[in-house]
C-alpha cells in the first residue's frame, strides 16, 4: 500500500490505471523531456508506472503520483528511488511535471514533502538524500536549492548508462537528515 501525503495543494498518492495517458503524454512533451535522452513512448511511459507502482511493496518507498487538490488533476511524479546504475547506493529525489504546472512551486512543495518523508520514515545510507541532473537543466538545479539541498562539485558525473549523449554531464546536490532538520525547524 502507497501511503499518501498531502500538502498545501498537493495529494501524493499511489498510482491508478487512469494515470498512463496523463503521464505517456508529459512523457511525449519535448518541453518535459528536454533534458532526457529522447522522449518516451505510450508503452515505455505505462510501462514506467508499473516500476514506479511495484517499488513501494519492494522498497518501502517510491515516486508518487501527484494530483492538485483544487482541480484533482494528475500533473505528474515526485518521490524516492534507488537509481539502479548507481556505482554507490544512494536514494534520490526526483520529480517530473507537466510543463503546463511549471513555475507554480508545485515541485518544490511535492519535493519537500518527499524529503521530509524520506527522513521520517525511511533507513537511508549515511542518512543522505541526493538528487542529480544534467548540468544544462538549470530548472531543475534550482528545484534542488529551493528545497535546501547543496550541490557537491566533487561528485559530478557522467551518467554511466549514456556514454555518447551530449548531456551526459550531471551535477548532484545532496541534503542530510541534520541539514534537513535544522531547515524545519526554522
Known sequence: MTPEVRTDRLLLRGWREADKLPYSILNADPEVM????????????DEMVDRMARAWATHGFGLWAVERLDSHAFIGFVGL????????????????????????????EAARAALAFGFDHVVLPDYEIVSFTTTRNVKSQRVMQKIGMRIDPEREFDHPLLPHWDERRHVLYCIDRPTWWASVAR
Open 81 to 108: 528511488s534507488r537509481p539502479s546504475w548507481a556505482s554507490t547506493p544512494c536514494v534520490e529525489v526526483g520529480w517530473r511535471l507537466a510543463h503546463q504546472h511549471w513555475g507554480n512551486g508545485f515541485a518544490p
Open 34 to 45: 528536454r533534458h532526457f535522452p529522447s522522449m518516451l513512448s505510450a508503452q515505455q511511459s
